[in-house]
């Protein structure tokens, strides 16, 4: 079946860690790629987005992610995590137009 | 000026009642979404509606309803609320590229 997969469960990092977080999906074709984050009692926010070019891509707050075709992976990283960061991350796929599905996240808690 | 705006924030309601959750977008996107969070905070897509027209419907039961009396708004109707119901709903919406979704801050419903 179609999938999107977070492997990461929940993630417990201490400050200044380094961050990695992974996604693949089973999607053929074309995809769009994002990452959301949720912080604790809000809504989504949209961390970072691929569509196209460089697989390499930056997105807000020191985030970035790398987009592997071949390993069907979108993993998020961050050199350097603070208190701040802690929160849900969401990968999500857009496979064609108006369809967004979502991994079951990961929660990343940060250890001042 | 919310881009994306649902209300009520919280929702308290007995088993049996039904209630609605309203949603308004003033970005100009085309395409309008319900997702439902569930306890374990995964994200699930349940309706999108595009041009006042339903083009995802995933397995919900037919006690959701979805609304769309123009394109920058979508309501979810929910009749005989279960407690399984229980959840909080987010509102999206997209333009028709597909490269952007925007939430809302989520509606709480607790059915008691």
């Known amino acids: 079946a179609q999938s999107v997969s977070q492997h990461n469960h929940h993630v417990i990092l201490s400050e200044a860690a380094s961050l990695e977080l992974g996604c693949n999906y089973s999607y053929g074709g074309t995809v769009n790629l994002f990452w959301y984050v949720q912080y604790p009692g809000q809504h989504l926010q949209l961390l970072l987005k691929y569509f196209s070019g460089d697989p390499l891509v930056k997105g807000i707050k020191g985030f970035e992610a790398e987009f592997i075709k071949s390993k069907f992976s979108f993993n998020l990283r961050k050199p350097s995590v603070q208190w701040s960061d802690t929160a849900e991350y969401f990968c999500a796929v857009s496979p064609w137009a108006n369809n967004l599905f979502f991994g079951t996240g990961t929660r990343l808690t940060v250890i001042p | 000026d919310t881009a994306v705006s649902q209300t009520p924030k919280y929702l308290v309601t007995q088993m049996g009642n039904d209630k609605s959750i309203k949603c308004e977008q003033n970005?100009?996107?085309?395409?309008m979404y319900w997702y439902k969070q569930d306890s374990k905070k995964f994200l699930k897509i349940m309706f999108s509606y595009n041009n006042k027209e339903l083009i995802i419907n995933e397995t919900v039961p037919n006690r959701f309803s979805p609304k769309s009396p123009d394109k920058a708004h979508l309501n979810l109707h929910i009749n005989s609320l279960e407690l399984g119901d229980s959840a909080v709903y987010f509102c999206?919406?997209?333009?028709?590229?597909?490269?952007?979704?925007?939430f809302g801050s989520g509606t709480r419903l607790t059915v008691v």
């Open positions: 999206a919406s997209s333009a028709d590229r597909g490269d952007g979704y925007t």
């Open positions: 970005l100009g996107h085309d395409t």
